[in-house]
């Protein structure tokens, strides 16, 4: 029986396992689909503090990394594939089949920004291609940009946008903002936004470095099609947790997002949640690296109270 398992290993789950590591828990981290989250996916990270020169998203990581081995946790690239709360401790199935048994669960196994799903879509992404405008906005300086959505995210990337880009172009495929009245407000009234209303990407074009060059629209209502040259692509199509092994055993929103009750503790005894699984409005590295330090400290609570 493991004291600790951390479901996860982005920011969250390595921030957990520092801490768990240090109260001497022997935690067992598995890591997941994508180890490392999504911080394993940007590039320059400027605004986790202690970094005033930035840091890379992979080497941000590989140091969290580093430091919870240090202090002895150790890790499985597994996913967890199903999970049993009992009254006294918590089974989680993984994806040999094989089931591990434990204390305590932290269950930071974080959300993946939805994309479009179109050819290229992969090999592009780092490379004009992104879900984070707070991530990698800097980079396209005085260059056009587009962001894909409708909603609060889309509205609040392409806000953030017009600090940088020349022009900042918000594809949307309906004639009209999902996001609330003034995010929209501000949007509309925004000289360097541009709306595409009815309209829906429907190729990526790269240069012939395989870096972003132009988007190929189609508007959904007359189905004419045109090239729009764009330095970055900005999906902002919402989000979707990390949360399928959990779903109908422990308390979710509509979306599927884990639900918390004081910090990090969820209803089931034992069970504790981190980051972006939970967390459908900062979704910042550093948010998600204070909630794993919660529910680290949450869960030697537990455990200790167990002892007694
Ligand atoms: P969202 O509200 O679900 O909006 C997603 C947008 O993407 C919608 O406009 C949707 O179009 C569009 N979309 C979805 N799938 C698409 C596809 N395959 N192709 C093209 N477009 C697609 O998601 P969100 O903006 O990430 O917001 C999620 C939640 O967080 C919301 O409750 C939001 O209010 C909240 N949030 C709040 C703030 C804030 O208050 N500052 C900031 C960000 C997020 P349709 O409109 O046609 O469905």
Same mark, same amino acid.
């Given at each position: 029986?493991?004291k ?56 941000l ?59 290229n ?9 992104t ?13 056009? +940009?587009?962001?894909? *959505?409708? @909603?609060?995210? =889309? $509205?609040? %990337? /392409? ?7 020349? #022009?900042?172009y ?32 429907t ?22 099609e ?21 779903q ?24 504790f949640?981190?980051?972006?699984v939970?967390?459908r409005?900062?979704?910042?590295? +550093?948010?998600?690296a *204070?909630? @794993?330090?919660? =529910? $680290?400290? %949450? /869960? ?6 167990l002892? #007694?």
């Amino acid at each position: 029986m493991e004291k600790v398992i951390i479901v996860g290993s982005g920011c969250a789950g390595l921030t957990a396992a520092i801490y768990a590591a240090r109260g001497n828990l022997n935690p067992l981290v598995l890591e997941g689909r994508q180890p490392g989250g999504q911080l394993s996916t940007t590039t320059l990270v400027e605004n986790f503090p202690g970094f005033p020169d930035g840091i890379d998203g992979p080497q941000l990581i590989m140091n969290m990394h580093a430091q919870a081995e240090k202090f002895g946790a150790r890790f499985s690239y597994s996913e967890v594939t199903d999970f049993e709360g009992l009254a006294d401790h918590i089974r989680v199935k993984l994806d040999d089949e094989k089931w591990l048994e434990t204390r305590a669960l932290i269950i930071a196994s974080g959300a993946a920004a939805r994309y479009l799903g179109l050819e290229n879509e992969e090999k592009l992404i780092g490379h004009g291609l992104t879900s984070c405008a707070t991530c990698d906005g800097a980079f396209y300086r005085n260059v056009p +940009v587009c962001v894909i *959505g409708g @909603g609060d995210s =889309a $509205a609040e %990337e /392409a806000l953030f946008l017009t600090k940088f880009a020349s #022009k900042v172009y918000l594809i949307h495929r309906r004639d009209k903002l999902r996001a609330s009245k003034i995010m929209a407000d501000r949007v509309l009234a925004c000289d360097k936004i541009e709306p595409i209303w009815n309209t829906v990407v429907t190729r990526y074009l790269p240069d012939e470095k395989g870096e972003m060059s132009a988007v190929m629209l189609r508007n959904v209502a007359t189905h004419e099609e045109r090239e729009l040259p764009v330095a970055c692509v900005f999906v902002a199509i919402g989000h979707d947790p990390n949360t399928k092994a959990f779903q109908g055993k422990l308390e979710t929103d509509p979306d599927g997002y884990l639900l918390a009750r004081h910090l990090a503790e969820s209803k089931h005894p034992g069970v504790f949640i981190a980051g972006d699984v939970a967390d459908r409005v900062y979704k910042q590295a +550093v948010t998600a690296a *204070g909630s @794993g330090c919660a =529910a $680290a400290l %949450e /869960a030697e609570k537990y455990l200790s109270g167990l002892e #007694k």
